[in-house]
């Protein structure tokens, strides 16, 4: 069934395609009917990439085709070829390379999604001050092990860095982001910024923390905890001695 990991596939097999300008046709009638190859024909593909269930292909100008699989519906790449066989829904020709789509079942432009990531926290000009008063502009009754890996709001941290950077500032995952201080917000998102540039240049460096549960807490010895959080149902990990459960203030 071409779900999550088929379309990762599809959408690696159609790299080759990227950057060369796409001649497009549909040789089966349903495919013509969408509309899709006239208005991609002769435009540059941008970029490919699955996302959820969907397979993205942007071309040039905005214009993006979305592509479900359903169950029916399969994407193939191969060496160009002067005469096609069969009926695909969608040709993609290249300089050396085509894709074929074959049984749709759905085809269809969209303009280009709006990319609503937040700040970038290694950014050279990412000011942590700010990013912290995007949080505050957040809901405050959400978890602020839950925030803080919200791409929209601030973006680049990942559940070990979150985990790390909660226990270096004594934030409880579980605390509302309304009971943490802004120093406190600045003091975690700081420290998760230089110690993700740290890493950049060096990884792999100890945890505190992360997948550390049932170990002592490198600070006070306690045993790490760990538990699912947030509608990801990401692992959270703290120490509840130096990350204590807090009331909303
Ligand atoms: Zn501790």
Redesign the pocket.
């Known amino acids: 069934m071409p779900e999550g990991d088929a379309l990762h596939r599809a959408a690696a097999r159609l790299q080759p395609l990227v950057g060369e300008r796409i001649e497009a046709g549909s040789p089966n009638p349903q495919g013509e009917a969408t509309g899709v190859a006239r208005a991609i024909d002769g435009r540059v593909l941008e970029r490919v990439e699955a996302v959820g269930k969907h397979l993205l292909l942007e071309f040039e100008g905005g214009v993006v085709l979305r592509s479900h699989l359903r169950m029916s519906g399969r994407w193939r790449v191969g060496p160009r070829t002067a005469a096609g066989r069969g009926r695909p829904w969608l040709v993609l020709r290249g300089g050396r390379f085509e894709a074929t789509q074959w049984n749709g079942p759905v085809l269809a432009l969209e303009r280009r999604a709006v990319r609503r990531l937040g700040p970038d926290l290694l950014a050279d000009g990412t000011d942590v001050a700010l990013v912290v008063s995007r949080v505050r502009r957040a809901d405050q009754r959400r978890l602020v092990g839950e925030a803080l890996v919200d791409q929209r709001l601030v973006a680049g941290i990942g559940n070990m860095w979150l985990a790390e950077a909660l226990w270096e500032a004594k934030v409880s995952p579980w605390a509302a982001v309304g009971a943490v201080s802004d120093e406190e917000l600045a003091h975690a998102l700081g420290w998760a910024r230089d110690a993700m540039r740290a890493a950049v240049l060096a990884p792999g460096g100890p945890r505190a923390v992360y997948r550390r549960a049932g170990r002592p807490?490198r600070?006070?010895g306690?045993a790490v905890v760990s538990r699912g959080l947030g509608d990801a149902n990401r692992t959270a990990y703290w120490?509840p001695?130096?990350q204590p459960d807090r009331v909303s203030r």
């Open positions: 807490c600070r006070c306690t120490c001695a130096c």
